[in-house]
């Protein structure tokens, strides 16, 4: 009989829903995915970071700066791996490089 009414009762709880899958179903996603794009970062940094946490490749300890042969990295001299080849002071940035010259 008064269909009309009834269908303009349901309208708000409609647009609630829509509302609903609309904003925070999204919203939700983003959370999500900043959660996994998160933990996914902070696993990279874990990872390959062993020895040297936040020492950028040039060192300012004082002394020259010297280039390791191996690997290209400068080095200070004070703080560096040496090496004497034929009388000549080579400098490295590991035992490891050091170890591979
Ligand atoms: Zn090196």
């Given at each position: 009989?008064?269909s009309?009414?009834?269908?303009?009762?349901?309208?708000?709880?409609?647009?609630?829903?829509?509302?609903?899958?609309?904003?925070?179903?999204?919203?939700?996603?983003?959370?999500?995915?900043s959660?996994?794009?998160?933990?996914i970062?902070?696993?990279f940094r874990?990872?390959?970071?062993r020895?040297?946490?936040d020492?950028?490749?040039?060192?300012q300890?004082?002394?020259e700066l010297?280039?390791?042969?191996?690997?290209?990295?400068?080095?200070?001299t004070?703080?560096?791996?040496t090496?004497?080849?034929?009388?000549?002071?080579?400098?490295f940035?590991?035992?490891?490089?050091?170890?591979?010259?």
């Open positions: 009989m008064d009309g009414a009834a269908g303009a009762a349901r309208r708000p709880d409609r647009m609630f829903r829509t509302l609903i899958v609309d904003f925070i179903f999204p919203l939700l996603l983003i959370l999500l995915l959660r996994v794009l998160r933990s970062l902070a696993g874990s990872g390959p970071t020895a040297a946490p020492r950028p490749p040039a060192v300890a004082g002394g010297k280039k390791d042969p191996v690997c290209g990295t400068y080095v200070s004070s703080a560096s791996v090496r004497k080849v034929n009388g000549q002071v080579i400098y940035c590991s035992e490891e490089c050091r170890d591979k010259y």
